[in-house]
């Protein structure tokens, strides 16, 4: 399965944009890019996807590289509620199968 | 439409006893997975179901755990004989087919 490498930790301060970023040079062109969170004593929970085009949604946005070797989540006003675990996952177009969670990027929000 | 529901939410057992976890999915979801997190580490998988069938056991401890997903009910995870190590926290996912999954609060099992 393609790999993902991401920060251990990342810090932002309240109501500022974060960028969160993902390297992931080993994907195929087949591979979606998946985000997900987990707050504490959360389950994960979806945040956005994408394959080629940046992507928008109520939560976040995903900017991808024309390359698609790396893409970066963004956050556009970071609240006290987004301090959470974000995860960078490729997934096969049509996979039914599992997804494989890294370690991920740890956020802290600062008031 | 509820979420995926997990329960119990905590889990006590004794070492040598079973643990019986369950996980009701979204309402029309037919595929379900099933993760474990120990303290501090990411979530790993353990298995993937649909409808009375296991797709994917690969991520399964050979002996002591096991898992079904009936035609009718939740999908339950077993483990046997617990031990110490079994102490993790359990997540179950649902999705509806290849898409994105929805997971739930999880079980917190302690092992005594």
């Known amino acids: 399965d393609a790999k993902t490498t991401q920060p251990n930790s990342m810090e932002s301060n309240e109501e500022e944009p974060v960028h969160l970023p993902c390297n992931h040079s080993?994907?195929?062109?087949?591979?979606?890019i998946h985000w997900y969170r987990q707050l504490p004593s959360q389950g994960p929970e979806y945040v956005i996807h994408?394959?080629?085009s940046n992507v928008n949604n109520r939560m976040a946005s995903l900017a991808i590289a024309e390359d698609r070797k790396s893409s970066t989540l963004i956050l556009h006003r970071a609240t006290l509620r987004d301090a959470a675990v974000y995860y960078c996952?490729?997934?096969?177009?049509?996979?039914?199968?599992?997804?494989?969670f890294g370690k991920g990027t740890k956020l802290s929000v600062k008031p | 439409n509820a979420g995926v529901m997990q329960n119990p939410r905590h889990l006590v057992r004794r070492r040598g006893q079973e643990a019986r976890l369950r996980c009701s999915p979204m309402?029309?979801?037919?595929?379900v997975y099933w993760y474990r997190q120990l303290p501090e580490e990411g979530l790993k998988f353990m298995v993937y179901?649909?409808?009375?069938?296991?797709?994917?056991e690969s991520g399964m401890p050979k002996e002591r755990f096991s898992a079904e997903f009936p035609k009718e009910g939740p999908s339950i995870l077993r483990i046997q004989q617990v031990v110490r190590g079994d102490s993790a926290a359990y997540f179950c996912?649902?999705?509806?087919?290849?898409?994105?999954?929805?997971f739930g609060s999880g079980t917190q099992l302690s092992v005594l």
């Open positions: 996952i490729l997934r096969p177009s049509g996979s039914q199968g599992n997804l494989i």
């Open positions: 996912a649902s999705s509806p087919r290849n898409e994105k999954l929805f």
């Open positions: 994408g394959l080629t």
């Open positions: 080993t994907i195929s062109g087949t591979d979606y």
């Open positions: 309402k029309g979801h037919s595929h």
């Open positions: 179901l649909q409808k009375e069938n296991i797709i994917d």
